[in-house]
């Protein structure tokens, strides 16, 4: 076992090796922007992981944990880097040491019991449902470790203001439809199935009115990103392992509206090309020799990569003053920027503000914003300041942490403009043309 985490280790540490320390990182490094350390950017957190590598820096050192542990794994540093190191495949081998040295932190074992355990998962969420539905979280959204958290469980609200002014009530998604088009299978994730269901009724709806017959697909389980980035890639690609197998060999797309998903299920391929430590078997290849994990990967699509193909359809019109801030795991780690800008351009009326520094991380980072609450509060400041200024009336993020960690600043800061999924938007819209009568 420990040959085998030696050689991913390796495997991801080769990540580094083109970086050059031209800095060119440090600017589009939230964390250093929030610091001025240089051991909190991407140049020194490198040098950090090389001493890692090499041994000169023992997996217990305190400092070293200390500033690997405040990287948001935003990936921004990845676009702006002239020599295309791989930071976030470095980073996720250095924590993998660092957790087998120094165990994970119980409150992201905790977390990751809590919310992507079958079972377990169903129960917090129903918990977090009957809360959210009677007002209290909105009405205790705050600053605090709980006061935030209120405002973020408010945030996965639906149905929000947007919703009501604009369309009224929607409709649930159709529960039976016959095909009208090419099929597309779902994946409905943990946290997104949990809080955020709503997001998948707009999801169907809206492929529906583009041509896609959405189906269901049993047996799929957490895509494993909070695994992964919490140093356990054992246990992320033992969740790879189950969705590859219950999404079968077809070609089917597998469509995500969860970007942080969408990130690692595209990466699915390497990461079951690692070595693995767990005793689960291999999945059953198919695709003509091709590997599972590679085949997989290449079907998975963000929603509005799917809308943006041939369409979207044109809706009615909104009027709204809509923010976009783009989700760092669609823009940096899958590089999907253009899809998200057709589908608002589909909607009349309805006008992007500008709101600059828009695709630097907000702060959410998966387990981030609950195991370095200070770092995480820092870097989302500074975001909030630029949307005060900008005063658009919905905020639109296609990732579940971002809509609630925005969700619940603008609730603390006092600046009133709710957050949207994108799809939500094309969803209302496509309600007031009567797409859906």
């Not at 090796?17 to 140049?43: I, K, M, N, W, Y």
């Not at 930071?87 to 905790?110: F, K, S, T």
């Not at 800008?341 to 695709?359: N, Q």
């Amino acid at each position: 076992m420990r040959e085998d985490r030696e050689l991913v280790g390796r495997a991801g540490f080769r990540g580094l090796d083109a970086c050059v320390h031209c800095g060119f990182c440090l600017q589009a490094c939230p964390t250093f922007l929030a610091t001025g350390d240089e051991s909190d950017s991407p140049r020194g957190r490198i040098e950090l992981m090389r001493a890692l590598e090499r041994g000169d820096l023992d997996a217990t050192d305190p400092d070293l944990a200390f500033h690997l542990d405040r990287c948001l794994g935003c990936r921004g540093c990845e676009p702006v880097c002239p020599s295309g190191v791989h930071y976030a495949h470095g980073l996720e081998a250095a924590r993998d040491v660092l957790a087998a040295a120094r165990g994970v932190p119980w409150l992201a074992r905790a977390a990751l019991w809590a919310l992507t355990t079958p079972g377990v998962s169903a129960v917090v969420y129903w918990f977090g449902r009957v809360l959210r539905a009677t007002g209290l979280p909105r009405l205790l959204a705050g600053w605090g470790r709980i006061r935030f958290a209120m405002g973020m469980l408010a945030a996965t609200k639906p149905d929000g203001r947007t919703g009501s002014r604009a369309v009224g009530r929607l409709p649930k998604a159709p529960t039976a439809r016959q095909p009208v088009g090419p099929s597309a299978l779902l994946f409905r994730g943990c946290v997104m199935q949990g809080l955020f269901s709503h997001v998948h009724d707009a999801t169907i709806r809206t492929l529906g009115v583009n041509g896609y017959d959405v189906r269901e697909v049993q047996g799929q389980v957490c895509c494993g990103a909070l695994h992964a980035h919490a140093g356990l890639p054992d246990e992320a690609r033992a969740l790879a392992r189950v969705n590859v197998a219950a999404f079968g060999d077809g070609d089917e797309p597998i469509v995500v509206n969860s970007a942080g998903c969408g990130a690692l299920m595209k990466e699915y391929g390497r990461l079951l090309d690692l070595p693995d430590h767990s005793p689960s078997p291999q999945p059953r290849r198919g695709g003509q020799g091709v590997r599972p994990g590679v085949r997989f990967a290449a079907r998975v699509r963000d929603v509005t990569e799917l809308l943006a193909d041939g369409g979207p359809v044109p809706a009615a019109p909104l009027d709204l003053h809509v923010a976009y801030d783009p989700p760092c795991h669609l823009l940096h780690a899958q590089g999907v920027a253009v899809p998200p800008l057709k589908l608002f351009a589909a909607i009349p009326l309805l006008r992007l503000v500008d709101v600059p520094g828009a695709a630097e991380c907000c702060g959410s980072a998966g387990l981030f914003t609950l195991l370095e609450p200070e770092m995480s509060r820092a870097v989302l400041a500074a975001k909030l300041e630029r949307l005060r200024e900008a005063a658009p009336q919905v905020v639109a993020t296609g990732n579940p942490g971002c809509v609630m960690q925005l969700g619940a600043g603008l609730a603390a800061a006092g600046i009133p403009a709710e957050v949207r999924h994108p799809v939500e938007l094309l969803d209302a819209a496509y309600r007031v043309a009567g797409r859906y009568e």
